[in-house]
């Protein structure tokens, strides 16, 4: 059976040193990148808020008073209408 090498205290202190560089470089390039990241969402949200208006404010600039007034008929009549039925009177 083979003996299994032991790293040596330097190394070992050699290690732990660069993975603690490579995780302040992490936190440094995180602390960076995050605040892009949310200008950027903040953008996009804005941009979607700005369409959704602009798509619900556009039809009502867009029609004519006699389109209006047909729609609400049209939409009117796709109601249910109820009727009066007599019943035969007993008595």
Do not use: Y
Not at 28 to 55: F, Q, T, W, Y
Not at 60 to 79: F, I, N, V
Request: charged residues 35%.
């Amino acid at each position: 059976m083979k003996t299994i090498e032991q790293p040596s205290l330097e190394q070992l202190a050699q290690r732990k040193a660069a993975l603690e560089r490579k995780q302040r470089q992490r936190a440094r390039d995180k602390a960076k990148s995050h605040p892009a990241m949310v200008d950027r969402l903040e953008r996009v949200k804005g941009d979607k808020m700005n369409a959704e208006g602009l798509k619900r404010s556009g039809g009502w600039m867009k029609c004519e008073p006699d389109e209006l007034s047909a729609e609400r008929s049209a939409s009117r009549s796709s109601q249910p209408q109820w009727r009066v039925i007599k019943l035969p009177s007993t008595g």
